[in-house]
């Protein structure tokens, strides 16, 4: 992947009612202000701030692309968060021709709203929570400046950026097209979208599809150890492979020894990692993203670090803005992630540590509980369930860096029946389509499932 974001959320409130709305017959339907694909039409859908309380609306940004002679409807949740609607629209309409494509960029995402922050207050945001007492306490009174920094615009709105709610806007798209059913598919966060909708309004939903699979029936420190535990998976495929191929420049040497060697000179290294001054935080961070795309490029690229030398191309600097979107702290409106003491952050790290002896953590799981420090109350987590006829479609790597398959093993015990878990055989995030038997598997599943 590329550098996956910090992460964090905006106040949210789970809600248990099941919303009212009055389908839009109209909703101005028509050219995108952004690129998008030859046949990809943009509009606007109102729908209440508060689902609870629908006196006060909001406009949302809308997309649909349809099909000649459609089987059907695809409703789409996309990743990140931050990524728009229309982003698995490319990859849905060559793994799946035939079917109207329908999606929504969520509230606090896009052109619906986006949340924005102070970058520089952004900036001092750890990967790793600190776990020296005076330093969290430093975290904590930075963080309250953080979140004060942050905001959608619109009144109220910061309250609900939850799934939840965007699971409710989501089945008022769906009314709206008059679309009595709908298949729907979500990748990586997308996919709590997807199962916050399958649990709400799954009795509308034919088939499901899930890939790259987020389990909110995971605690804190679960998330955290199982993510940890993930990215050593992949360092120790690594280790075979350099092991295994000449060409590897730590080939004949003990990875794992190099790796902690470049987290020994971590403060030595000059220049930045994009941006951000190196450390051993950013060692881990490096082969995150390096490890997962090329073992070639990472096994120079920690050769290096390791000598004190940086192997990436600095930050040519410039002028940064004072605000930036930030879809990233949406995130805590939906799981538990906020620390609240120094305890709870040794306890974290010892966890991740032991899941992730070489490693230690997974930055991209542990900066969500840097950034949700200050943020929103958040509920307990809470298991997947689903109200549709059919069993939903998991689609896992087996070995994956930020959503890893044990994930969607966990969600396949919730689903227990209504469940089929598909694994493809690499490393990475998403993708599972470009392997044949997987695509395969995925056209079959909705042919079967897709009403005629």
Same mark, same amino acid.
């Given at each position: 992947m590329a550098i996956l974001k910090a992460a964090v959320a905006a106040a949210m409130i789970t809600l248990t009612l099941t919303p009212v709305a009055t389908a839009q017959p109209d909703l101005g339907w028509g050219k995108c202000d952004k690129p998008v694909a030859d046949g990809v039409e943009c509009g606007t859908l109102t729908v209440p701030i508060d689902w609870a309380k629908p006196d006060r609306t909001v406009g949302l940004r809308v997309y649909r692309w349809k099909a000649d002679n459609s089987k059907g409807t695809i409703l789409s949740f996309p990743s990140g968060p931050g990524q728009p609607g229309d982003f698995t629209f490319g990859t849905l309409k060559r793994a799946l021709p035939g079917y109207d494509l329908i999606s929504l960029d969520p509230r606090g995402v896009g052109e619906s709203h986006p949340t924005t922050c102070d970058l520089a207050k952004a900036l001092k945001v750890p990967y790793v929570p600190p776990t020296g007492a005076r330093a969290f306490e430093q975290l904590q009174k930075d963080q309250k400046a953080f979140w004060a920094s942050c905001t959608t615009g619109v009144p109220g709105l910061d309250q609900h950026l939850d799934a939840y709610s965007t699971a409710n806007d989501?089945?008022?798209?769906?009314?709206?097209?008059?679309?009595?059913?709908?298949? &729907?598919? =979500?990748?990586?966060?997308?996919?709590?979208? =997807?199962?916050?909708?399958?649990?709400?309004? =799954?009795?509308?939903?034919?088939?499901?599809?899930?890939?790259g699979v987020m389990n909110p029936g995971l605690s804190r420190r679960e998330f955290m150890a199982t993510a940890a535990a993930g990215v050593e998976a992949i360092f120790t495929k690594f280790t075979r492979w350099c092991a295994d191929t000449p060409d590897c420049a730590l080939h004949g040497q003990d990875p794992a020894e190099v790796f902690r060697q470049a987290r020994r000179t971590a403060t030595k290294i000059p220049g930045t990692f994009y941006g951000f001054p190196w450390s051993e935080a950013m060692i881990t961070r490096y082969f995150e993203i390096f490890g997962?795309?090329?073992?070639?490029?990472?096994a120079q690229g920690l050769h290096a670090l390791a000598e004190g030398r940086n192997p990436t191309p600095d930050d040519p600097g410039g002028e940064l803005p004072h605000r930036f979107e930030y879809a990233d702290p949406n995130v805590c409106?939906?799981?538990?992630?906020?620390?609240?003491?120094?305890?709870?952050?040794?306890?974290?790290?010892?966890?991740?540590?032991?899941?992730?002896?070489?490693?230690?953590?997974?930055?991209?799981?542990?900066?969500?509980?840097? &950034?949700?420090?200050?943020?929103?109350?958040?509920?307990r987590p809470k298991p997947v369930s689903s109200r549709s006829q059919h069993p939903t479609l998991l689609l896992s790597n087996?070995?994956?860096?930020?959503?890893?398959?044990?994930?969607?093993?966990?969600?396949?015990?919730?689903?227990?029946?209504?469940? &089929?878990? %598909? %694994?493809?055989?690499?490393?990475?995030?998403?993708?599972?389509?470009?392997?044949?038997?997987?695509?395969?598997?995925?056209?079959?599943y909705m042919a079967s499932t897709t009403r005629p």
């Open positions: 989501a089945d008022a798209l769906r009314k709206a097209v008059n679309a009595d059913r709908v298949s &729907i598919y =979500g990748l990586s966060y997308g996919t709590l979208l =997807g199962e916050r909708y399958l649990e709400r309004f =799954g009795r509308h939903v034919d088939g499901s599809v899930l890939e997962t795309r090329d073992f070639a490029e990472a409106s939906d799981w538990p992630f906020a620390l609240a003491s120094v305890r709870e952050a040794r306890g974290d790290l010892n966890a991740t540590r032991k899941a992730a002896p070489v490693v230690g953590y997974s930055t991209n799981a542990s900066n969500y509980t840097s &950034i949700c420090v200050g943020g929103p109350e958040t509920g087996s070995l994956d860096p930020a959503t890893p398959r044990t994930w969607a093993d966990g969600v396949q015990k919730q689903l227990g029946r209504k469940a &089929i878990h %598909v %694994v493809t055989d690499r490393v990475g995030h998403g993708g599972g389509t470009d392997d044949p038997v997987t695509l395969k598997k995925l056209q079959d």
